[in-house]
């Protein structure tokens, strides 16, 4: 079993940042993914950005050019780092580990872009 851990969502103005953070911790195998997901209200559960175990790393054509994801191996620690934020990036973030197949989920974190 995988345990997920989010951190750092919150309310923000039009073209500030926030920077989500999401550690793992039990029964790490490599290699694996860890990425982040959001939902808004009322839509599905989108990718936003994946990195794999090297460094390969996937976005949403939405948020290319202001979010960056990066990932800390020595901690199963991964990081999405959000510039620019636009109202339409309001929704929950939850944090994504899969490995052998099976995907784990974090709890969410609420992000909300507003003036």
């Known amino acids: 079993q995988v345990q997920l851990v989010e951190s750092g969502g919150g309310l923000v103005q039009p073209g500030g940042s926030l920077r989500l953070s999401c550690a793992a911790s039990?029964?790490?195998?490599?290699?694996?993914?860890m990425g982040w997901y959001r939902q808004a209200p009322g839509k599905q559960r989108e990718l936003v950005a994946q990195?794999?175990?090297?460094?390969?790393?996937m976005y949403a054509n939405s948020v290319k050019g202001r979010f960056t994801i990066s990932r800390d191996n020595s901690k199963n620690t991964v990081y999405l780092q959000m510039n620019s934020l636009k109202p339409e990036d309001t929704a929950v973030y939850y944090c994504?580990?899969?490995?052998?197949?099976?995907?784990?989920w974090g709890q969410g974190t609420q992000v909300t872009v507003s003036s």
């Open positions: 994504n580990f899969r490995q052998l197949q099976k995907d784990y």
């Open positions: 039990g029964s790490i195998f490599r290699p694996n993914v």
């Open positions: 990195m794999f175990s090297g460094v390969s790393t």
